[in-house]
């Protein structure tokens, strides 16, 4: 699956753990907090899809993602992001092919 797509579908995924998307511009990768009681995760909107589908894959990595039905293909996608997660502190870009 391009990152392209397999963006909005991680987008819907951590909406459905209440998690609020927002898209800012700065210099920060992206991550999660709680605003106001709110659970929200920024995602730069200057950064590439790549760096914001990892950004969505760490974070519900983090989440108890076993409650909630992911379709194949995304948790496909999903395991092949932690495989190449494992051992790395913070992947560049998750999509391209190791060197």
Not at 13 to 37: A, K, N
Not at 61 to 80: I, N, T
Not at 85 to 93: D, N, R
């Amino acid at each position: 699956m391009k990152p392209d797509k397999l963006l909005p579908e991680l987008e819907d995924l951590v909406q459905r753990f209440g998690y609020r998307v927002r898209r800012e511009r700065g210099s920060f990768r992206g991550s999660s907090c709680v605003l106001e009681g709110e659970n929200l995760i920024v995602l730069n909107r200057n950064q590439p899809v790549e760096v914001q589908v990892a950004t969505l894959a760490r974070l519900i990595r983090q989440l108890d993602h076993g409650s909630v039905f992911v379709k194949p293909a995304v948790r496909r996608e999903l395991e092949a992001l932690w495989d190449r997660f494992a051992g790395a502190e913070e992947p560049a870009l998750p999509f391209e092919d190791p060197a």
